[in-house]
């Protein structure tokens, strides 16, 4: 029973558009999210995070959104670069530290 | 500085071999975790050690799988009499926060097949 779920396996955004990637979890428990970007033969790279006590976190061009009600998560990229194009996994944590992560979002940017 | 590394990057072995993988964490960084990550999937945790201590094993898949910190710095995820569904790229990440979460740093991985 998959705890985090990332329902699209892939999406393509032309350059200088928005990109929503969109993630939705099950355990209210969960009380910390992020979101980790991954490159070919690389280990996953962390990107933003998100508090449970908050509803939005920006860092440049990137925002987070959490909303509890619905347990959903999204992550806004604008405007999109080509560089951005890459598999992107939503990842949650409650009281034990690991992390529980979706199956990942591959996002092709087009130029 | 230098980030989380691990070795061998890749290893293919035969059923029922035994295995090492080596991770180098961040230094400094007092939290280790292991993740297994199959084909398509998100990683999963396996196991998370604080210094030398294993504080969580709940995610090892079977008593074929060992891990060990032994002086809080480099750990080995040790597999034994390897099986055709242990194929997956084995993940190590560490982080510097001890008592909350914190943003897991992640090395590349080793992908082991085994045939």
């Known amino acids: 029973d998959q705890q985090v779920k990332q329902n699209s396996p892939s999406l393509s955004v032309q350059e200088g558009r928005i990109s929503i990637l969109n993630c939705d979890y099950t355990?209210?428990?969960?009380?910390?999210f992020l979101w980790y970007k991954k490159y070919p033969a690389e280990g996953p790279t962390f990107l933003i995070s998100?508090?449970?006590?908050?509803d939005k976190n920006e860092d440049g061009r990137f925002t987070v959104f959490l909303n509890k009600s619905a347990k959903h998560l999204s992550l806004h990229i604008v405007p999109s670069q080509p560089g951005d194009s890459a598999v992107y996994f939503c990842?949650?944590?409650?009281?034990?530290?690991?992390?529980?992560f979706g199956s990942g979002t591959q996002l092709t940017v087009l130029p | 500085g230098a980030g989380v590394s691990q070795s061998p990057r890749y290893k293919v072995a035969k059923r029922g071999q035994d295995v090492a993988l080596r991770c180098d964490p961040i230094?400094?960084?007092?939290?280790l975790f292991w993740y297994q990550q199959a084909l398509g999937q998100g990683p999963e945790f396996l196991t998370y050690?604080?210094?030398?201590?294993?504080?969580?094993k709940s995610g090892l898949p079977s008593d074929r799988f060992f891990a060990e910190r032994p002086e809080g710095s480099v750990s080995t995820l040790k597999i034994q009499r390897t099986q055709q569904e242990d194929s997956a790229v084995y993940l190590c990440?560490?982080?510097?926060?001890?008592?909350?979460?914190?943003?897991?740093?992640f090395g590349p991985g080793t992908r082991l097949t085994v045939t």
């Open positions: 990842a949650t944590s409650g009281s034990a530290r690991q992390l529980t």
């Open positions: 355990n209210s428990m969960f009380d910390y």
């Open positions: 998100i508090s449970s006590i908050k």
């Open positions: 230094s400094g960084h007092v939290s």
């Open positions: 050690f604080q210094n030398e201590a294993q504080l969580d």
């Open positions: 990440a560490s982080s510097r926060l001890q008592g909350k979460i914190g943003e897991q740093y």
